[in-house]
Nanobody, 123 residues
Framework: VQLEESGGGLVQAGGSLRLSCAAS????????MGWFRQAPGKEREFVAF????????NYADSVKDRFTISRDNDKNMVYLQMNSLSPQDTANYYC?????????????????WGQGTQVTVSL
């Protein structure tokens, strides 16, 4: 599976962005997907998870009720809708695919990664 993120950019605090992740590969629909982010000087942190059927989702406490993860298996796409953005959300955002079932927020348990898309939130 190859992953490519898009949709990042510069936004003012309180604004919204929608990130997209395009996946290649015929088996995309069988993968669980996650979004992670990494700010300069910090470790990569979990943001959101969605299972292959889009039944189960999970969010980091810091983004709960502001971010929404979704997927369209017909289009091989995963999305992250981000609302009420704050400067603390500034980071490079990555999508990741996991070939095995189970909800997880651990980066090492994902098998494929995109190159990331930068999100910068200004005051």
């Amino acid at each position: 599976v190859q992953l490519e993120e898009s949709g990042g950019g510069l936004v003012q605090a309180g604004g919204s962005l929608r990130l997209s992740c395009a996946a290649s590969g015929r088996t995309f629909s069988s993968y669980s997907m996650g979004w992670f982010r990494q700010a300069p000087g910090k470790e990569r942190e979990f943001v959101a998870f969605i299972d292959w059927r889009a039944i189960n989702t999970n969010y980091a406490d810091s983004v709960k009720d502001r971010f929404t993860i979704s997927r369209d298996n017909d289009k091989n796409m995963v999305y992250l809708q981000m609302n009420s953005l704050s400067p603390q959300d500034t980071a490079n955002y990555y999508c990741a695919a996991r070939a095995t079932p189970g909800i997880t927020s651990t980066p090492n348990e994902y098998h494929y990664w995109g190159q990331g898309t930068q999100v910068t939130v200004s005051l």
